[in-house]
């Protein structure tokens, strides 16, 4: 199983970033795909999840209304579109299916 982050950047607040992270090793439409980050000296926290349909998501309290997850479970791919971004954003953020991660993409809100 390998999954690959993508998308990350340096971004002014208020900008938007579009992440993707694309798997294989595994069918994708059989799993719950999420992501999650990891701001410096900070856990690990849920960001989003997307159920393996793609017909439900959940998201933490402090990204709702600003990002949206999504999934292409032909091309094994999901991702993140982060509009609105505040500096409070700036993580790593990687991608996760059950027992698994990526390695990360850096994601800075910074002006």
């Known amino acids: 199983v390998r999954l690959v982050e993508s998308g990350g950047g340096l971004v002014e607040p208020g900008g938007s970033l579009r992440l993707s992270c694309v798997g294989s090793g595994f069918t994708a439409s059989r799993f719950a795909m999420s992501w999650y980050r990891q701001a410096p000296g900070k856990g690990r926290e849920l960001v989003a999840a997307?159920?393996?349909?793609?017909?439900?998501?959940d998201y933490a309290d402090s990204v709702k209304g600003r990002f949206t997850i999504s999934r292409d479970n032909v091309k094994n791919t999901v991702y993140l579109q982060m509009n609105s971004l505040k500096p409070e954003d700036t993580a790593i953020y990687y991608c996760?299916?059950?027992?698994?991660w990526g390695q990360g993409t850096q994601v800075t809100v910074s002006s």
């Open positions: 996760s299916i059950p027992n698994y």
């Open positions: 997307i159920r393996s349909t793609g017909t439900d998501a």
